[in-house]
């Protein structure tokens, strides 16, 4: 009996898509074409997120937004130009960012090498209906998307983790070597859904080098 129960179990689980080995293309300038990734939890007292992303842009655009039902910029990575960071254009960039609820403290790591700490205060906790999306930046919770913030490139490797993830650990990402998956985002098994024009092919190099 408590095999069974087990199989029906394992039959009800939804099978997550693997995209390792794949990259998500947003091809054009465009105020609709976007992904939004759906969280594993949202128990958010501190986080992770990382991803590494290709682009010619020369102009500012989103990476990661994330928005609650009280403010649509709840957590957000984007990319001002012209920036202090050596974001040359058509090559890959990893980045990953780190907060902790209990100290406030934000930091940015950029292909292996650790930015200033800084204190950004948050209204996390998040603990109900966060909307992550990836290839537009949000002006409201899900929406208000503008066509000069959208993303034209790749992105790849997108994880989430509910906690801060030791410096250690980042490197290993950086370098494309093993990480403990995302426990909230998990590029090996993505809870998505793409809307628009978004391709999904098989990536070019996504290491840092």
């Known amino acids: 009996m408590m095999l069974m129960i087990i199989r029906l179990i394992l039959m009800m689980s939804p099978i997550l898509p693997d995209l390792s080995g794949k990259m998500f293309v947003f091809p054009q300038e465009t105020n609709t074409a976007h ?35 009280s403010h649509h910029n709840e957590f957000l990575v984007f990319m001002s130009w012209p920036s202090s960071l050596d974001y040359a254009p058509n090559k890959w960039h990893s980045i990953c960012t780190t907060w902790n609820s209990s100290s406030g403290l934000v930091q940015m790591w950029f292909n292996g090498q650790p930015l200033v700490i800084k204190y950004i205060p ?23 998307f503008a066509i000069n913030q959208c993303l034209v490139g790749m992105m790849c490797d997108v994880h989430m983790w509910n906690y801060e993830v030791s410096p250690c650990e980042i490197l290993k990402y950086m370098k494309g070597e093993g990480v403990t998956p995302g426990n909230v985002l998990n590029w090996a098994a993505l809870n998505y859904q793409s809307i628009g024009n978004v391709l999904i092919k098989d990536k070019q190099s996504c290491i840092l080098s």
Do not use: M, W, Y
């Open 35 to 69: 992904v939004k990734l759906i969280p594993a939890n949202v128990n958010l007292q501190s986080l992770t997120v990382c991803h590494r992303s290709f682009t010619d842009l020369k102009r500012d655009h989103s990476l990661f937004s994330l928005s609650s039902p």
């Open 122 to 144: 948050f209204t996390l906790p998040l603990t109900t209906n966060p909307i992550i999306i990836v290839g537009q930046e949000q002006d409201s919770h899900g929406g208000g």
